[in-house]
């Protein structure tokens, strides 16, 4: 069993930065950020691998970065030069899977509860 607990959203300028975090219990082999903008399908934004390195979509890369503080088990997305097209609820996803491709939304995932990214232009 994996649980995750986000938090970390807000409301932003565009131009601005946010952290989101996403407090990891369990074994979680792969874990991710989705995002759902209102009305569209729930995508991948980024994926932590098992080896520790990680990929992000074509949309956010160079403004958004994933990483992890082993210690305290808690995975982040740093999001800078937030754009209006950002805002969306996102979630954490953790996979017990050892993960070497980006994480999808029908794999078999664990999902945490989501928090709200709001970027106004």
């Known amino acids: 069993q994996v649980q995750l607990v986000e938090s970390g959203g807000g409301s932003v300028q565009a131009g601005g930065s946010l952290r989101l975090s996403c407090a990891v219990s369990?074994?979680?082999?792969?874990l991710g950020w989705f995002s759902q903008a209102p009305g569209k399908a729930r995508e991948g934004v980024a994926t932590l691998y098992t080896d520790g390195k990680f990929s992000a979509t074509d949309s956010v890369k160079g403004r958004f970065t994933v990483s992890k503080d082993n210690a305290q088990n808690i995975l982040y997305l740093q999001m800078n030069s937030l754009q209006p097209e950002d805002t969306a609820m996102y979630y954490c996803?953790?996979?017990?899977?050892?993960?070497?491709?980006?994480?999808?939304?029908?794999?078999?995932?664990?999902w945490g509860q989501g928090t709200q990214v709001t970027v106004s232009s």
């Open positions: 996803a953790g996979s017990r899977r050892y993960c070497y491709t980006p994480l999808k939304v029908f794999d078999s995932l664990y």
């Open positions: 369990g074994s979680a082999s792969g």
